[in-house]
């Protein structure tokens, strides 16, 4: 049976990514609907009308944009995080909803190094910085991301530590990591990397308790979300702490405090990426949205359901 894609991506991948994304649905005798960087969620409202399938990134879909979509079947995150979609919404529609996981991952961990190295070499200003070998990192989560940079972490010559709710103490030790069996227990530790997903749980749940427990040199790594940490608690430190660092992979809203609380030490003790950058790489692209792709024709051809996401 002929199926409509619409392939929507406010952030839109690379264009080698899409051709390969077309290549998988054109064979499958698909026909693929772009709407790219678009501006406004009234754009994404007229085009999801027609639809029998869904490609997104970060894209809201809510309650709004499924009322609209009154052919849809299933919506695939390209990715990993998908805070963005209304399970609930999706349930209620019969619509199926899944994501990519670990596609993007090894591109996230490589910006984790790249920030890192930024910082640690003071944003090349010319002055002493310091090396990464034999400093320890820990990881709340250990998902493919966290993974992904512990794997590097270890070429580094780094310690790691993980604490993940989900995963057994027994095997975070197998995989080369130390367990840690509280959130507390990690901001012991130099360099904290956040890979939670984004849930009424983990909301602002970086604060200033945990972070005025990071010894000198204290940094934070958000690859994860925003909004896991708390914002105004963040601030506090970096006004308090000129030794803390907070290295993030998108911006607040409101830069501008942050800006004045490092002064001239930007690119040291803060980063911000201007958009999310994490999984922007060809390669990433190419995994997470071919993935995607196949996901949909799995679904409709073979009524594969592996990657279904749960309310
Ligand atoms: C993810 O959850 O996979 C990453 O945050 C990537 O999000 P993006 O597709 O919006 O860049």
């Given at each position: 049976k002929a199926r409509t894609v619409l392939l929507?991506?406010?952030?839109?991948?690379?264009?080698?990514?899409?051709?390969?994304?077309?290549?998988?649905?054109?064979?499958?005798?698909?026909?693929?609907?772009?709407?790219?960087?678009?501006?406004?969620?009234?754009?994404?409202?007229?085009?999801?009308?027609?639809?029998?399938?869904?490609?997104?990134?970060?894209?809201i879909v809510d309650q709004a944009v499924l009322d609209k979509a009154s052919k849809m079947k299933i919506v695939v995150r390209a990715g990993a995080g998908y805070d963005n979609i209304d399970l609930k919404a999706c349930e209620g529609k019969g619509i199926t909803a899944m994501n990519t996981p670990g596609q993007n991952a090894n591109?996230?961990?490589?910006?984790?190094?790249?920030?890192?190295?930024?910082?640690?070499?003071?944003?090349?200003?010319?002055?002493?910085?310091?090396?990464?070998?034999?400093?320890?990192?820990?990881?709340?989560g250990f998902g493919a991301v966290a993974?992904?940079?512990?794997?590097?972490?270890?070429?580094?010559?780094?310690?790691?530590?993980?604490?993940?709710?989900?995963?057994p103490a027994d095997k975070i030790k197998e995989m080369g990591a130390e367990p840690v069996s509280t959130v507390a227990g990690l901001f012991e530790h130099q360099y904290v990397s956040l890979h939670v997903p984004l849930t009424d749980e983990t909301k602002a749940s970086i604060n200033k308790d945990l972070l005025g427990k990071m010894p000198k040199g204290g940094t934070l790594i958000n690859t994860a979300r925003l909004e896991v940490v708390h914002e105004a608690d963040m601030l506090e430190i970096l006004k308090t702490r000129p030794d803390f660092c907070y290295l993030c992979d998108v911006a607040p809203k409101d830069i501008e405090p942050f800006k004045a609380a490092v002064g001239d030490k930007y690119g040291k003790r803060l980063i911000f990426t201007k958009k999310k950058m994490g999984a922007q790489t060809a390669e990433a692209n190419d995994n997470a949205g071919v993935a995607a792709a196949n996901q949909i024709v799995g679904f409709f051809e073979k009524g594969e359901t592996r990657f279904s996401l749960k309310a």
């Open positions: 929507a991506t406010e952030k839109a991948f690379a264009a080698a990514a899409v051709t390969k994304i077309e290549e998988v649905l054109k064979a499958a005798n698909y026909t693929m609907k772009k709407l790219e960087n678009y501006k406004s969620k009234d754009d994404l409202l007229a085009a999801v009308g027609d639809a029998d399938a869904m490609i997104i990134r970060s894209d591109a996230v961990a490589e910006l984790v190094f790249g920030m890192m190295i930024v910082s640690a070499r003071n944003n090349f200003d010319g002055t002493s910085g310091f090396e990464l070998v034999n400093r320890e990192i820990a990881f709340y993974r992904a940079v512990h794997k590097l972490a270890q070429g580094f010559g780094m310690k790691s530590f993980a604490y993940d709710p989900y995963i």
